[in-house]
């Protein structure tokens, strides 16, 4: 045994772990085991911890200096030993690495793809957001989530068991809400959207979720946990749900303005300003911040767009349709990727890999439908190409609404930040981070513009009122003078 203690001595000498040998060495019999242990555990975190490595080699490194020396002693029993410690150090990296990568893998394929059905059609879905993750919500962000709930604690208590944080609603409740389902807003890819009035005069979106689905109700059940765990100003929040009767629906807040597809392209549709649009881009920057940098961890969007743009009665813009498994492109064969035509990243086509900076690359190009009013599909991009030809040329492609209303400059400034969203490398586009920075100050540089011109105007007007009160008193003495003369 104090051969073996010798030779670990030696092993480890210069290390951290020399007072543990040198412990066994003058602890009584009893206690030795104990100290020994310790020292097998002190070896396995060293070389456990992070950097992993690092304890392993740290013995290594040891062996290779000490071993030599020790084995021409002749240590047998020491040798053994020693190598019997360097295999457990050896096992307890390799299980520890093994665990590590399969709960990596274990959360990852629970947490970020579950099937759900789009049209009937059973998909995966890629969901970023996990049940543990630290996003909390509260009554303040969700004043419509209160009012619901009170509004259903009157109706139907006992079916308010829910998964989730969010408001459970019955077969129904919705369709009293929807007018027995009339008060169609649109279609999408999942089914029908219905707008909803609850007795509190709330008005609601209800998308009711396509029938011939073979997603469970577990599954339904732990999409709307994730969903409705994120939470921002600018994205359309799921405040509720409806599992009965055989129906999934997703309940959202409502948005009354309609999409930015609609207002850009949509005849009769009211013309969007040069501020309004500015003010839009920024939303959606925000919106998809949240989502890249705010969420724990991050959810891809995967299919942004007009589209899915949403403005409320303030003409505040929110992202919607986060979260949900998308639609393969479909272009007469099944293409594998997800998305819209016209805003997917060249590099996920061709890598077939979907990263935050596809995001990006498809908010570059919501950020031009903004400036041109050119939708993707129809050719947007070569017009876009053609005007990075010199530096003014967005000026050629601008919406003829916004001719002569809006700061060139800041049109350029928009323009730059769109171009370098779409680089055709992805680690050369901006995080959506340094978008939103980059959208904010051009904001905050058209605000300071507008007010100091309304102080420059203001400062004008009373000048020149100034001058009509002092011609008026000029004109009533000349009156009063001819009057006396
Ligand atoms: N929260 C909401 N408030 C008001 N209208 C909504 C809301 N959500 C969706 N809509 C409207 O319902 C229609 C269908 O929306 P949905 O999100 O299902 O499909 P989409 O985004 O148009 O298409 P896709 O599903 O292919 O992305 C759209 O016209 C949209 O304007």
């Known amino acids: 045994m104090f051969c073996s203690i010798d030779f670990l001595r030696g092993l480890l000498r210069g290390s951290v772990l020399q007072p543990y040998v040198s412990l066994i060495k003058s602890s009584p019999p009893p206690s030795r085991l104990r100290v020994f242990c310790l020292l097998l555990h002190r070896m396995r975190i060293l070389c456990v911890l992070s950097p992993l490595k690092v304890g392993f080699l740290h013995l290594s490194l040891l062996v290779s200096r000490n071993t030599g020396m020790l084995l021409k002693r002749s240590h047998f029993h020491g040798v053994a030993l020693g190598i019997l410690i360097a295999s457990c150090a050896f096992i307890a990296i390799r299980w520890y ?7 990596r893998y274990a959360d990852e394929n629970s947490i970020t793809t579950l099937p759900i059905r789009t ?7 890629d969901y970023s957001a996990s049940l543990s993750s630290s996003i909390t919500t509260n009554g303040l962000q969700h004043p419509a989530k209160n009012v619901q709930q009170s509004w259903w604690n009157q109706h139907s208590k006992d079916l308010f068991a829910s998964a989730s944080s969010i408001p459970r609603y019955s077969y129904k409740d919705i369709q009293k809400s929807t007018q027995n389902f009339t008060t169609i807003l649109g279609q999408g890819s999942f089914g029908p959207v219905y707008k909803a009035t609850l007795p509190t005069n709330d008005v609601l979106a209800v998308k009711v979720l396509a029938s011939n689905s073979r997603q469970g109700e577990k599954e339904f059940q732990t999409e709307v946990l994730l969903l409705g765990r994120l939470h921002h100003r600018n994205l359309v ?7 009965d009767k055989g129906q999934h629906m997703l309940i959202y807040e409502y948005t009354s303005n309609g999409s930015l597809e609609n207002l850009l392209y949509c005849e009769g549709e009211r013309v969007l300003s040069w501020e309004e649009r500015l003010q839009i881009a920024l939303d959606v920057s ?5 989502l890249h940098e705010g969420a724990v961890p991050s959810v891809l969007h995967r299919d942004l767009k007009s589209a899915n743009i949403l403005l409320d009665q303030s003409m505040r813009a929110k992202v919607a349709d ?8 479909f272009d007469g064969r099944k293409s594998g990727l997800k998305g ?3 805003y997917i990243d ?3 086509m061709s890598t077939n890999r979907f990263t935050k900076k596809s995001d990006v690359y498809s908010f570059g190009i919501i950020i031009f439908e903004l400036i041109t009013a050119i939708h993707p599909q129809q050719n947007l991009m070569e017009y876009v190409n053609l005007a990075a030809m010199n530096s003014d040329g967005v000026d050629e492609i601008l919406d003829k609404q916004l001719v002569g209303r809006c700061n060139l400059k800041e049109v350029r400034l928009l323009a730059s930040i769109a171009y370098r969203c779409l680089h055709k490398s992805p680690r050369k586009r901006p995080s959506i981070g340094d978008v939103s920075q980059a959208i904010s100050k051009i904001r905050k540089r058209h605000l300071t513009k507008e007010e100091t011109m309304t102080m420059s105007f203001t400062g004008d007007l009373s000048k020149v009122v100034k001058q009509i009160e002092h ?3 000029e004109l009533s003495n000349i009156i009063s003078t001819r009057e006396s003369v």
Request: glycine letters at 12%.
């Open 340 to 342: 819209t035509y016209g």
């Open 346 to 348: 060249p590099e996920y």
């Open 119 to 125: 049209n009937g059609i059973n998909t995966s879905i």
């Open 286 to 290: 925000h919106g998809i911040e949240y």
């Open 322 to 329: 986060f979260g949900l498994s998308k639609e393969e492109v």
């Open 97 to 103: 690495r093994s665990r590590f990568h399969l709960q």
């Open 237 to 243: 929040n799921l405040v509720g749900y409806c599992v």
């Open 471 to 473: 011609q008026q008193v």
